[in-house]
C-alpha cells in the first residue's frame, strides 16, 4: 500500500562526480556532489549558492568533472563534510563542515594537470572531463544554481574504455553511486556517508541493515 509522506531527500540514486575548481590564490578546489544529470556533450550541475564550488565556476568559468569509481568511496567520505571556504557559512558549520585549503590532500588524491582549463584533475579518477561553464540559472527557492556546463575534452582510463572505440565499456566502469546518504558500487551498499548523519538521516532498514 502506498502512503503518502513528504520526502525529506530525493537522492534517489546519482552517480558521484568530484568537481575541481580554481580558487582565488590559484590551487584547486575539490568538492564531490551528485546532483547532476547529462545530454549529448553538455551537462547541468546543481549547486547551493553559499559554496566555494559555485563562486569558483561564477569567477572563472571552467572547471574538471571527475567521475568516481566505486574504490574511491573512503576519498570521497573524507570530502564529505569539508569547505574551500575560509569564512565556513554558519548553516554548513552547524552541520560539522569545517574548512580545508588541501583538498587533495585531505582526500589522498592525486593532483593532474589539465589541458584547456585550468582546475587539475584527479588522476585516480578514470573518466575525467574538462568543461567551460556557459550559463547559471538561478534557483532562487532554492538558494542554488543549476550551472550549465559544456565539455571540452574527456579523458578515459584504457582499463574502462572498449578497445578501438569512443566509448566507455559499462561492465567496467562502476560508478560510485551516492543513494540518499549510502554509497552504492556494484549494487552493493558500500558505506554509510559522513552526510548521513549532518542531514539527520535515520539508519537504513533494509536487508544489508537487518
Known sequence: MHQTTDLKVLYFGTPVVVISSRNPDGSTNLAPMSSAWWLGQECVLGLGDSSQTSANLRREGECVLNLVPSTLVAAIDRLALTTGRPDVPPHKADMGYRHVADKFGVAGLTPQESQLVR?????????????????????????ATAFH?????????????????????PIAWDPL??????????????????????????????????
Not at 556546463?149 to 574504455?161: C, F
Not at 552504492?184 to 559522513?194: H, I, W, Y
Request: charged share 20%.
Open 177 to 210: 553511486i551516492m543513494k540518499f546518504c549510502d554509497f552504492f558500487g556494484g549494487g552493493e551498499n558500500l558505506a554509510e556517508s559522513r552526510l548521513a548523519e549532518a542531514w539527520q538521516m535515520p539508519s537504513p532498514v533494509g536487508p544489508a541493515r537487518r
Open 119 to 143: 582546475p587539475q584533475r584527479v588522476a585516480e579518477c578514470p573518466i575525467q572531463l574538462e568543461c567551460t561553464v556557459t550559463a547559471a540559472h538561478p534557483l532562487s527557492d532554492l538558494n
Open 149 to 169: 556546463a559544456k565539455v571540452l575534452r574527456a579523458y578515459v582510463e584504457e582499463t574502462v574504455g572498449i578497445p578501438g572505440t569512443a566509448y566507455v565499456d
